[in-house]
């Protein structure tokens, strides 16, 4: 047919449209429990329903289970990047989404205690993976270890997922000031998730927001409610997405909602797919190093 099949055309017309940075998005918790890996495997899937191409990476090196909610059994993981046995291409898996994951290990000490260096050289290996990609979503550890830090300052953006309940609320701000005060972080996104309602949500950002505009330097951008909503568990113990298994319930569109406000985040400024991820995570790692009167390596 001239001018070839039409799902050759789209894929022409989906390739110019990504001539485009690669948003890479951290997504943390003060605390565990609180939906964090659950909010990230949606919103992939929701960004991937939306045309957009999409990969999960998960940070979480000790206790992953993005790939349990994925419904996946990944031969392979960053544990073999790390010791060399696989390169990071060889470990990607995919979903019937569409959605690329980089799993991680679940039980493996080892990957919980990563070097800063080892840390880098997982991040490395991304800027050598041949994929067009609108966006990398990075699940860390929950909390405010080294390595939730290092996968979070090296992030264009920053998502701090929060339940209304006391500790999740002052965790949550530890993360923030963290971030803030000791990191050079200036904006942070907040996602309430679990909520009854949108007012209980706005509630409860309100909450942190007071304290952080009256001791942090950050900016802070309230990215709405994701609704308690029994579809959710449903979907869960399918291990599938919810906006996949059920997407007519409130928690599937309330996910749809979210990828309006990601599209209208402002175009990141810097140049080229993923190098540049690699690049902000070995330079805070020498930076590091040299106020340590230690030499890079090279």
């Keep these: 047919m001239w001018g070839g099949s039409v799902d050759d055309q789209a894929s022409g017309l989906r390739r110019l449209a990504r001539q485009r940075p690669t948003r890479v998005v951290s997504v943390a918790s003060g605390k565990g429990g609180v939906g964090k890996t659950s909010v990230t495997v949606n919103l992939a899937a929701a960004l991937a329903r939306h045309g957009n191409e999409v990969m999960i990476m998960?940070?979480?090196?000790?206790?992953?289970?993005?790939?349990?909610?994925?419904?996946?059994?990944?031969?392979?993981?960053?544990?073999?990047?790390?010791?060399?046995e696989r390169s990071l291409a060889e470990v990607v898996t995919t979903?019937?989404?569409?959605?690329?994951?980089?799993?991680?290990?679940?039980?493996?000490?080892?990957?919980?205690?990563?070097?800063?260096?080892?840390?880098?050289?997982?991040v490395r290996a991304f800027s050598d993976?041949?994929?067009?990609?609108?966006?990398l979503l990075v699940d860390t550890a929950a909390g405010i270890s080294d390595s939730v830090v290092t996968f979070s300052k090296a992030?264009?953006?920053?998502?701090?997922?929060?339940?209304?309940?006391?500790?999740?609320?002052t965790d949550a701000y530890a993360l923030i000031k963290v971030l803030s005060q000791d990191h050079g972080v200036e904006r942070v996104r907040?996602?309430?998730?679990?909520?009854?309602?949108?007012?209980?949500?706005?509630?409860l950002y309100e909450k942190i927001a007071r304290v952080t505009d009256r001791y942090l330097q950050v900016e802070l951008d309230f990215m709405g409610v994701i609704p308690?909503?029994?579809?959710?568990?449903?979907?869960?113990?399918?291990r599938r997405p919810v906006v996949d298994a059920i997407p007519n319930s409130?928690?599937?569109?309330?996910?749809?909602?979210l990828v309006s406000k990601v599209d209208a985040w402002p175009?990141?400024?810097?140049?080229?797919?993923?190098?540049?991820?690699?690049?902000?995570?070995l330079g805070h790692r020498d930076a590091a190093l040299a106020e340590a009167g230690i030499r890079a390596p090279a």
């Excluded at 998960?58 to 073999?80: I, K, Q, R, S, T």
């Excluded at 979903?95 to 050289?121: D, K, N, Y």
């Excluded at 993976?129 to 966006?135: A, C, G, K, P």
């Excluded at 993923?274 to 902000?280: C, G, H, Q, S």
């Design 58 to 84: 998960d940070a979480d090196l000790g206790l992953a289970n993005v790939d349990v909610l994925l419904g996946l059994n990944p031969e392979y993981n960053l544990a073999h990047v790390v010791s060399g």
């Design 95 to 122: 979903t019937p989404g569409g959605v690329r994951v980089v799993p991680a290990a679940s039980g493996r000490q080892r990957m919980a205690e990563l070097t800063t260096l080892q840390h880098a050289g997982i």
């Design 129 to 135: 993976l041949s994929l067009e990609l609108d966006f």
């Design 155 to 169: 992030s264009q953006e920053v998502i701090v997922v929060v339940c209304d309940e006391p500790a999740s609320i």
């Design 190 to 203: 907040v996602l309430a998730n679990m909520a009854p309602d949108m007012e209980q949500g706005q509630r």
């Design 228 to 238: 308690q909503d029994e579809a959710l568990r449903r979907a869960i113990h399918q």
């Design 250 to 257: 409130p928690v599937a569109q309330a996910f749809g909602h």
């Design 267 to 281: 175009q990141p400024e810097s140049a080229g797919q993923l190098e540049f991820f690699a690049e902000r995570l």
